[in-house]
Nanobody, 119 residues
Framework: QVQLVESGGGMVQAGGSLRLSCAGSGRAFMLYNMAWFRQAPGKEREFVASVTRSSGAKDYGEAVKGRFTISGDNAKSTIYLQMNNVKPEDTAVYFC????????????WGQGTQVTVSS
């Protein structure tokens, strides 16, 4: 099991930037593929970005492509989500998630951090 703690959420004006962090603890953090999801009030959870450990490949949801960047610092067991040119529709609770290298589903989740974008 890996424990995940998000931070960095807050309020930001449209067009601004914000960086979210997800600190992992527990054994073998490096053996987990990582992702960010978000959920806005009254909406289903939405995929934001992911990174695959073995290849380093990164994937992004259509709504955030070209604006958000996922990255990691292995020495700190932390992944980041750099959010640029944010829009009011980016307002949501953002969750960090992890899955083992052989798993199809994300089974480890953080508690979430609120991001609010004002127009």
């Amino acid at each position: 099991q890996v424990q995940l703690v998000e931070s960095g959420g807050g309020m930001v004006q449209a067009g601004g930037s914000l960086r979210l962090s997800c600190a992992g603890s527990g054994r073998a953090f490096m053996l987990y593929n990582m992702a960010w999801f978000r959920q806005a009030p009254g909406k289903e959870r939405e995929f934001v970005a992911s990174v695959t450990r073995s290849s380093g490949a990164k994937d992004y949801g259509e709504a955030v492509k070209g604006r958000f960047t996922i990255s990691g610092d292995n020495a700190k067991s932390t992944i980041y989500l750099q959010m640029n040119n944010v829009k009011p529709e980016d307002t949501a609770v953002y969750f960090c998630a992890a899955k083992t290298l052989i798993s199809a589903n994300y089974s480890n989740w953080g508690q979430g951090t609120q991001v609010t974008v004002s127009s």
